[in-house]
Antibody
Framework: VQLVQSGAEVKKPGASVKVSCKAS????????IHWVRQAPGQGLEWMGI????????SYAQKFQGTVTMTRDTSTTTVYMELTRLTSEDTALYYC???????????WGQGTLVNVSS | QSVLTQPPSASGTPGQRVTISCSGG????????VNWYQQLPGTAPKLLIY???QRPSGVPDRFSGSKSGTSASLAISGLQSEDEADYYC???????????FGGGTKVTVL
């Protein structure tokens, strides 16, 4: 099982970023994918969950309206797009495989998003 | 309440036992399982304990978990230098319909 994320991004305030998470080594539609972020020197923050089978997603209240999670079953890739970026969105973004709940058995390597003017 | 509370730090000498608490409420740790994650410096979190007290394959048995009411605990017995890391508890919150993390506990081996 592997989750491989896209590379680091540098964005200006107000811009959008789209991070990818390519899954391999298991049946893509059998597990949910969660997104978790970690600001520099801070703790972990859950952003939301996508069901790769149905394409349906649910987001933490804080991110509703600014985050969109999608998937492409043909490439077994999940995407997380965050819009209207501010400096407070500077963080490492992780995707993690799991169920509904907090059981995450495989994690991506993380993608650093740096929002700076 | 929709918060998981952990102590910010814990420490011990090699060989000692260290315990980390995770206190929540009826909507999270009181009704849903608590899982624990270890994050070594510069790496992604790793599943350490699931369903309160289960260890994934490969996790040493010096790590153990327990539950009492709306709280959970992680114990590290026979502390080793490689256990120096941040530890997070996590639970689903039914009120938020989302996942919650504790604030994290930094374990230092003296």
């Amino acid at each position: 099982v592997q989750l491989v994320q896209s590379g680091a991004e540098v964005k200006k305030p107000g811009a959008s970023v789209k991070v990818s998470c390519k899954a391999s080594g298991y049946t893509f539609t059998s597990y949910y994918i969660h997104w978790v972020r970690q600001a520099p020197g801070q703790g972990l923050e859950w952003m939301g969950i996508i069901n790769p089978s149905r394409g349906s997603a649910s987001y933490a209240q804080k991110f509703q309206g600014t985050v969109t999670m999608t998937r492409d079953t043909s490439t077994t890739t999940v995407y997380m797009e965050l819009t209207r970026l501010t400096s407070e969105d500077t963080a490492l973004y992780y995707c993690a495989r799991g169920t509904v709940g907090t059981f995450w058995d495989y994690w991506g390597q993380g993608t650093l998003v740096n929002v700076s003017s | 309440q929709s918060v998981l509370t952990q102590p910010p730090s814990a420490s011990g000498t090699p060989g000692q036992r260290v315990t980390i608490s995770c206190s929540g409420g009826s909507s999270n740790s009181g009704s849903n399982t608590v899982n624990w994650y270890q994050q070594l410096p510069g790496t992604a979190p790793k599943l350490l304990i699931y369903n309160y007290d289960q260890r994934p394959s490969g996790v040493p048995d010096r790590f153990s978990g327990s539950k009492s009411g709306t709280s959970a605990s992680l114990a590290i017995s026979g502390l080793q230098s490689e256990d120096e890391a941040d530890y997070y508890c996590a639970a689903w919150d039914d009120s938020l319909n989302g996942a919650l993390f504790g604030g994290g506990t930094k374990v230092t081996v003296l």
